[in-house]
């Protein structure tokens, strides 16, 4: 997210996803589409048998590596040098897009720089991918226009995923394709709500609509419309937060709907840092692992049981509508958070509903401003919607990009070693992946069909790996890393390159996350749990 | 597209588009063609033989509507005794080998085959005679969500095409030849062992009973909302039955998804009214979680956080949440509470 918003001004999808069906040429780079987004798949499969190219990037050879035309299979954690040599074929080829560069970028010369190091030799030896498939690529992405590039946690569950990130929009803007439909840079944001719960200003450095909290002028914006005194430092961090728990400095821990026993990376360390936490408050609709640890626990409801919106992957604003009445005596979040403040004295808490709320919202976020639930009654919209009668946007930057010199900024990189590396001791990546059939692990664990279909976790690994260690398919080992272990089946399948193996995370019984590692992007604070060191014993 | 081509159906002057077939300029004009093995997400095959039509002029003949694009000047006759006769034919074949339970069928009264067979009507003399099979064929219920009964299935291929065409899957096809056919996963194996992934949109093509939901019940109502899993955000119908959640459909109206959805959105919805859910507020005493009103538990949590106000609290909020509810949170934090530790929980 961090990425994006500094070089392209937003940090969202710049298109829709049913664009994608209209792409000549699509990247996809750190995401397994197929399980983790199947409708935004069925677009690019659909794509791909309209006759346009499908160039597949991943660790991993994932399912929709059958419809690619090129597969690159980069070692984890090497996906700067990757794009960055694509790039640098397409520089010394002139596929580049020099007219758009000029109007419309800036700081190209330091990027320009910056791809030296990046020479074919080099990039070949650090991704382990051959030479003649990163030209066969370049070429392919270059050429063909319009061009889109998806990517997902593959991407950003880096230490360096913000310069991954800024490796996808530097190849969109060398190529002119951002801007117009089917052609950009797309974040496929996991959960159904992500790009909401940002849009309305749940991170520590941000109000609604992306307005810093350090800026006096938003400051005093808020100031008078909650009419309250409020902080002009920002905030720490989901992943901070943990830490300062664990130091102590933080005393009391409001968690809605979170789940990090097993979610978190590094879980042991969230785990003993909510432990140690004077009080903890858990919302949630189950007994999760986490709720047991805390020392209230309010029960909420789910999505059918509440009116509302939530905000997609392509920046669409959706009615969520009240199906059911709630179950037990379980209540929506924001009436819980309203009577809580109503008890600590808080003003501005008096909502009769949902529909009051975005009244606020739109009232102070720009990109809001024209969404209403009147408005959401014939239809969804896409922010930004900054007037009642404006239609909403379907793909951003089409006149300027949302930076502060309205110009797309080219950001030098340079190749960083992940933050973890293997050795004689933790000779094997283990890099985490997610299901079709589960969502993290609370909702879908609790229906039955869900777990017939994957019912447990799996360790995916190489054959010759299986077989240098001396395990089979169906074998219990144990995977142990530099924080912890735990035991899993094992699963042989050449999916996996050699010296890579794969879990997913959503089987309390097997807490992945014991294993990973919390170590920070510097800019973006996503811990870098797709490189994690670890080896293989069997039990 | 936007030319124009007129034709006659039934005596009936019709204007269509160029490149439409004549099945579907008939369906769009709300004249009823019989048929099976067209649907219109998918490409035409003919396989049924249903939805012959006569067409006069200089194209005399008889033709497979499906897969006949409609010209100029062209007379479209869809009933004749001669038509009506062959079709009778195809369809007592296809009877003789089906179950005839209707009552007991989930697609009673919605059930393509009951439509055809009630417009064309069957000899029943001749159907007895071809009642041949007794033997059942085993239904394939491997699957959680749904079972598959070859005794129900008209080979129209609808399943097969949709899961071929629309979800680039292909993990059910043909197998075997004549009266042997049937559909099944690669190598006649059940359909658990199959590369299927459970999305259902087959179970959603089926125009008979042969693929269904299991332990299907009718809502009572339906509503309109959004699927609580991925970024995906696609468009969902929820079907309500005494106040439980009992179906779930792709709503068609919704661009994110235009009517499709995976095995999550379709089938996922059952955690919603699962025996575990929390009922009511829950306070720790001595290390056991004891039941309590929501006015206890409330104070409880403000009087404690009114002493930790400022930067020794933070909050977590939740990216499966309403923008309302992580709106009202943030506002929480940041005007009550007092400060900026506001985070979700997924920075992606
Ligand atoms: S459920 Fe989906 S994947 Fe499985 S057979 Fe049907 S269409 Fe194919
Ligand atoms: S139906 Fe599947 S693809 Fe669509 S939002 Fe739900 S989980 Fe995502």
Redesign the interface.
């Given at each position: 997210m961090a990425g994006l918003a500094t070089s392209l001004g937003s940090g969202s999808m710049t298109n829709t996803i049913s664009e994608l069906g209209g792409a000549s040429v699509i990247l996809a780079i750190g995401t397994n589409t197929t399980a983790t987004h199947p409708i935004v798949a069925l677009q690019v499969k659909n794509a791909v048998r309209n006759g346009s190219k499908l160039i597949v990037a991943n660790p991993k050879e994932i399912e929709l590596c059958k419809f690619a035309d090129i597969f690159l299979q980069h070692k984890p954690g090497t996906d700067v040098p990757l794009l960055m040599g694509m790039m640098r074929v397409i520089l010394e080829e002139e596929l580049h897009d020099k007219s758009f560069i000029q109007s419309r970028c800036e700081d190209f010369d330091a990027f320009e720089k910056s791809l030296a190091e990046f020479d074919l030799d080099t990039v070949e030896k650090l991704t382990g991918v051959p030479q003649d498939k990163i030209i066969k690529a370049a070429r392919i992405y270059a050429t063909q226009t319009p061009a889109s590039i998806i990517y997902c946690m593959g991407i950003t569950q880096h230490v360096h995923g913000t310069d991954n990130v800024l490796a996808t929009s530097n190849l969109a803007l060398l190529t002119g394709n951002i801007g117009k439909p089917s052609s950009g840079v797309n974040p496929l944001r996991g959960q159904n709500n992500v790009q909401g719960a940002c849009d309305v200003g749940c991170l520590p450095n941000v109000y609604t609509g992306y307005q810093a909290v350090a800026i006096p002028e938003i400051k005093n914006k808020f100031e008078s419309a909650w009419g309250v005194a409020l902080s002009d430092t920002p905030g720490l961090t989901h992943t901070k937060i943990f830490d300062a728990c664990y130091e102590g400095s933080i005393s009391t821990l409001y968690l809605v709907g979170e789940n990090p026993v097993l979610s978190e990376a590094d879980a042991s360390h969230a785990t003993e840092a909510m432990k140690k936490v004077d009080f903890m408050v858990v919302q949630d609709i189950f007994m999760t692992e986490t709720a047991e640890l805390a020392d209230v626990v309010l029960p909420a409801v789910t999505f059918a049981e509440e009116d509302g919106t939530f905000t997609n992957t392509e920046r669409r604003v959706q009615r969520v509508r009240k199906a059911i009445d709630p179950v037990g005596d379980a209540k929506p979040d924001w009436w819980i958070a309203c009577e809580l403040a109503k008890r600590l004295n808080g003003k501005g808490f008096e909502f009769s509903g949902p529909e009051e709320i975005m009244e606020e919202i739109s009232s102070l976020t720009p990109a809001y401003k024209g969404i209403s639930y009147a408005r959401l009654e014939k239809g969804s919209l896409q922010w930004p919607c900054p007037t009642t009668d404006h239609p909403g946007t379907p793909f951003l930057h089409a006149e300027k990009f949302g930076t502060d010199s309205g110009k797309g900024k080219f950001k030098p990189l340079t190749y960083r070693k992940p933050g973890e590396e293997t050795d004689g001791e933790f000779p094997l990546i283990l890099t985490t992946d997610r299901s079709l059939y589960h969502f993290h692990s609370t909702m879908t664990r609790r229906v039955y069909g869900l777990n017939v279909l994957a019912k447990e976790e799996l360790l995916n690994i190489h054959p010759e790996d299986a077989s240098g260690l001396g395990v089979e398919n169906g074998q219990m080992v144990k995977v142990v890393s530099r924080r912890g272990e735990v035991a899993v089946k094992v699963k042989v399948t050449d999916i996996c390159p050699l010296g890579t193996v794969s879990m997913t995370f959503h089987f309390a019984e097997t807490p992945t996350n014991l294993l990973t590692c919390c170590e920070l992007d510097p800019v973006a604070k996503t811990p870098g749990t797709k490189v994690c060191a670890v080896r293989v014993e069997g039990l | 597209m936007a030319d124009k081509i007129e034709l006659t159906i039934n005596g009936q002057s019709v204007k269509a588009d160029k490149g439409m077939t004549i099945l579907e300029t008939a369906l769009r004009k709300g004249i009823y063609i019989p048929h099976l093995c067209h649907h219109h997400d998918l490409d035409p095959v003919g396989a049924c033989r249903l939805c012959l039509v006569e067409i006069a002029g200089k194209w005399t003949k008889i033709a497979i509507s499906c897969k006949t694009e409609v010209q100029d000047g062209m007379v479209v006759r869809t009933e004749t005794p001669e038509i009506n006769e062959m079709r009778q034919v195809t369809l007592e074949l296809l009877i003789a080998d089906h179950d005839t339970d209707c009552l007991a069928c989930e697609q009673n009264t919605k059930c393509a085959l009951q439509r055809v067979a009630d417009h064309v009507g069957v000899n029943k003399e001749r159907l007895q005679r071809l009642k041949s099979r007794e033997v059942k064929a085993p239904i394939d219920d491997s699957?959680?969500?749904f079972n598959f009964d070859p005794n129900r299935c008209v080979l129209c291929g609808i399943c097969v095409r949709t899961c071929d065409e629309?979800?680039?899957v292909q993990a059910i096809d043909f197998a075997n030849r004549g009266l042997g056919t049937k559909i099944a996963g690669f190598g006649d194996k059940p359909r658990i062992e199959s590369n299927c992934?459970?999305?259902g949109e087959c179970i959603v093509r089926c125009p008979v009973g042969a693929l269904t939901e299991?332990d299907y019940m009718k809502p009572t109502h339906q509503?309109?909302?959004?699927?609580?899993?991925?970024?995906?955000?696609?468009?969902l119908i929820?079907g309500?039955r005494d106040?439980?959640?009992v179906s779930a459909r792709g709503d068609v109206?919704?661009?994110?998804?235009?009517g499709?959805?995976?095995?999550?959105g379709r089938?996922?919805?059952?955690?919603?009214?699962?025996p575990?859910?929390?009922?009511?507020?829950?306070?720790?005493r001595n290390g056991e979680?004891v039941k309590a009103e929501?006015d206890e538990?409330?104070?409880?949590?403000?009087d404690?956080?009114?002493k930790?106000k400022g930067?020794?609290?933070?909050?977590?909020?939740?990216?499966?949440?309403?923008?309302?509810?992580?709106?009202?949170?943030?506002?929480?934090?940041?005007?009550?509470?007092?400060?900026?530790?506001?985070?979700?929980?997924?920075?992606?």
């Open positions: - | 699957n959680p969500f629309l979800q680039n992934e459970s999305c299991k509503v309109k909302t959004v699927c609580s899993f991925c970024g995906c955000g696609c468009g929820l309500v106040n439980r959640l109206s919704s661009p994110a998804n235009k499709r959805l995976c095995v999550k089938f996922g919805y059952k955690f919603v009214n699962h575990d859910r929390l009922t009511s507020p829950l306070i720790k979680f929501w538990a409330l104070d409880l949590v403000a404690t956080f009114s930790n930067e020794k609290f933070a909050a977590i909020s939740s990216a499966k949440t309403t923008n309302e509810d992580n709106y009202v949170l943030q506002k929480f934090a940041r005007a009550v509470m007092g400060t900026n530790n506001i985070d979700h929980c997924a920075r992606l």
